[in-house]
């Protein structure tokens, strides 16, 4: 499952009722938990993306679907390959040189400057023009570019807004007009060589950083080379020509006008980029249960996970460490597994058939499910329904979540009849996008089931070890999800596609500079009825100047209630480094406030 767009569940009860007859073969926890066991185990160095590891596991379900005597339904056999981007680095030649009125001065990378891991690889010397945060703003009737003439310059902006932007919006926050991917495309667009972003002026207490290479996401490629300078370099090139970088920031701040210039021909700058993107080929592994037609039924779940761990664990001080990924998601990979192993002797007899389907990619961005719908390997409008397991092993108190129940018109009943003998307490929700693999789906018009036991402290953490799975549970709801997969195979009214209005995704954070400033706590995924539980508070943090420990559950900060995540990105995007803030937190259900000073983030 993907960190980035958790969704809570809206909460609709199903209704579970008398009994009915359930198959003969049922699924074994035994069997079940050691391929949970065997997935997750340190040779598959948590399934990483271009790890020997991940093409292990992709070996272990082959072998799997073969003594099953089920079909490739891949491009190369089983296998559906496809291209990721595992991650991008400086190469050698990255420099930076300035000419100015004292001489020709040669910048150092990390030091002095630092390309952004989105910046385009390419040679640009060229003068340099001043255009303030970089923004054109109708909505404020602001442009930084108005009259100035960028065309193959280097652009010099400040991160940011002008302060009166935000003042213009109920919320006091940061408009979309701060993101640097945003000033990036508008300094493309305005037909820029180059895009120089620097500091400028600085809170209480910050220092003038440069950002680490590849903290900042943003797309592959932005289209325009694009480097953060320290503010002293900055500095100069304001002094040589007679202004003050600190007055003119000022002079926009207090003015919303725009102050952008030329800086003299004799300023040239000559920058050099040198990324490498970082690539791996990953396959999808599919194999086909024949029926008496050609209509299918999809049981999937995403086999990859997070391999040492990378920008997505909530472990960041044991990065480095194999994330055997337990739960998230050698337990729908073993889920599948074992549903191959229930309908296989079903050869030839169901009346659709069966595509089991084990996506790469989904970590980095359902890129495994969206390679399948883009390049299907079996007829889309065939495909009745998709049936998604991601993280179905930490079954707890009986609760489980369907996710995309009002995506077909039949789910609702053939729940219904499903559960009858399923001891589970469901919380289903009717909407089909969420941050797993069914999303690729629902988004080409095929209904979705997907189910999930829940999140919980030790996802997408080290700690995530197979021992931790509950397998007798697992199995009990692989039964039932045998029986729905069977009613979906057999019935001769297959559910017909319906759209649930979702609530709007989560804005992106696209771009950077989004996440607002330093705080200090790793966010627990277990369940907390209101609030944001600490699973750690890392040292040194402002959280942990304040007093604040693990296991404290946050529900204010400033004058912003805190019920979940979102609501704490949010209030924290809305806040800049150096504020005091109040924060409540509970400890042992007892109320505790401090004040915490927001840091900026290294
Ligand atoms: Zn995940």
Do not use: C
């Not at 292990?56 to 490739?72: G, I, N, Q, V, W």
């Not at 049981?299 to 055997?324: C, F, K, T």
């Not at 979705?448 to 509950?470: A, C, E, M, Q, R």
């Not at 912003?560 to 259900?589: C, H, M, Q, W």
């Amino acid at each position: 499952m993907l960190t980035r767009v958790q969704r809570p569940f809206a909460v609709l009860t199903l209704a579970a009722a008398a009994l009915a007859a359930s198959s003969t073969q049922q699924a074994d926890p035994n069997r079940y938990v050691n391929d949970v066991k065997e997935l997750a185990s340190p040779e598959m160095e948590g399934r990483g993306a271009g790890t020997k590891g991940l093409t292990r596991a992709e070996h272990l379900l082959e072998k799997r679907y073969k003594e099953l005597h089920l079909d490739p339904a891949g491009v190369n056999g089983y296998e559906q390959p496809f291209r990721v981007i595992t991650g991008a680095r400086l190469k050698s030649d990255n420099a930076f040189s300035v000419m100015a009125p004292s001489g020709k001065r040669e910048l150092k990378v990390h030091e002095d400057f630092v390309p952004f891991s989105f910046s385009s690889s390419s040679r640009v010397s060229a003068p340099i023009v001043f255009a303030g945060y970089g923004a054109t703003a109708d909505e404020f009737h602001y442009d930084d570019y108005a009259g100035l003439d960028v065309k193959g310059k280097i652009v010099l902006v400040l991160r940011y807004e002008p302060a009166g932007f935000s003042g213009k919006n109920a919320h006091h926050e940061l408009t979309q007009h701060s993101q640097l991917i945003t000033k990036a495309i508008n300094a493309r667009n305005h037909g820029a060589k180059a895009l120089i972003v620097a500091n400028g002026k600085l809170n209480e207490g910050e220092e003038d950083l440069l950002t680490r290479f590849g903290s900042v996401s943003g797309p592959e490629n932005v289209g325009i080379v694009m480097v953060q300078v320290k503010n002293a370099v900055v500095d100069a090139w304001f002094q040589a020509a007679g202004k003050s970088l600190k007055e003119v920031q000022e002079q926009i701040n207090a003015s919303t006008n725009p102050a952008s210039f030329a800086f003299p021909d004799s300023l040239p700058v000559s920058l050099n980029v040198d990324i490498e993107t970082t690539r791996a080929t990953v396959d999808n592994v599919l194999a086909w249960l024949p029926g008496q037609t050609d209509e299918y039924l999809i049981i999937g779940a995403h086999y990859d996970h997070l391999g040492r761990g990378n920008v997505d664990s909530l472990a960041p001080s044991q990065i480095g460490q194999v994330h055997p990924g337990a739960d998230d998601n050698a337990s729908g990979t073993a889920g599948v597994l074992e549903l191959a192993r229930l309908l296989a002797p079903e050869r030839g007899k169901l009346k659709r058939s069966v595509l089991f389907m084990d996506f790469a990619g989904e970590e980095l961005g359902l890129l495994g499910s969206a390679e399948w719908v883009k390049q299907p390997t079996r007829p889309l409008d065939k495909a009745v329904a998709m049936i998604n397991m991601d993280m179905i092993g930490r079954i707890k108190d009986d609760k489980v979540y369907i996710g995309g129940v009002g995506t077909g018109s039949t789910f609702k009943s053939v729940l219904d009849q499903a559960e009858k003998e399923a001891p589970f307490k469901f919380e289903a929700s009717p909407g089909g996008y969420s941050s797993s693999d069914h999303t690729s789906f629902v988004a080409k018009k095929i209904p979705v089931l997907f189910f999930f036991s829940g999140l919980h402290s030790d996802y997408h953490k080290p700690s995530d070890t197979w021992d931790k799975i509950n397998g007798p549970s697992a199995a009990r709801l692989l039964d039932m999800i045998e029986n729905v997969a069977v009613q979906l195979a057999n019935t001769d009214q297959p559910p017909t596609f319906q759209v649930v209005a979702e609530e709007k995704p989560l804005g992106g954070i696209s771009g950077g500079g989004g996440y607002g400033p330093y705080f200090g706590s790793v966010p627990d995924f277990g369940q907390v009825e209101n609030g944001v539980k600490f699973s750690e508070v890392r040292p040194n943090s402002p959280a942990a100047k304040a007093g604040f420990k693990a296991g404290d559950i946050l529900v204010q900060f400033g004058d912003k209630p805190i019920k979940n995540l979102y609501d704490f990105t949010d209030a924290l995007r809305r806040s800049k480094v150096g504020d005091v803030v109040e924060v409540k937190v509970l400890r042992d259900g007892q109320p505790l406030t401090a004040s915490v000073k927001l840091e900026q983030r290294k």
